[in-house]
């Protein structure tokens, strides 16, 4: 059975742009993953990628398309959202430099960072 995945990225200087607070940044990127696990997509643990769990991922990500129209701003600040097959997936990370790669969510350092007093 082929593993299908959804990566996406979000605009998060937009979010800052457009006057929004750390909180409501997260409150949308929540938004969205609420919605993409409620489409049985499941979070890899260190990648913003969700992989489909379900019996039909390709009609799920259908379905995940539609719902996420109805989140607030999750249109307005989406500006990458890919679908893909994935046979799999290996992190490089150790035969570069002896670590693994990190287990942060990167989305979240991204509005942590771009939200912190010291970011202009």
Request: proline share 5%.
């Amino acid at each position: 059975m082929d593993t299908w995945a959804i990566a996406y990225d979000l605009d998060v200087m937009g979010m800052k742009c457009a006057k929004l607070t750390q909180k409501q940044a997260t409150e949308i990127y929540d938004e969205i993953k609420k919605t993409l696990v409620h489409n049985n997509f499941a979070q890899l643990k260190q990648l913003n990628i969700y992989v489909g769990e379900g019996k039909n991922p390709l009609s799920d990500a259908f379905q995940l398309c539609a719902e996420l129209k109805s989140v607030p701003n999750a249109v307005r600040f989406i500006h990458r959202l890919h679908l893909f097959r994935i046979e799999d997936l290996n992190d490089l990370l150790p035969m570069v430099s002896c670590k693994a790669s990190s287990g942060k969510d990167p989305i979240l350092e991204e509005i942590e960072a771009v939200f912190s007093p010291a970011c202009p």
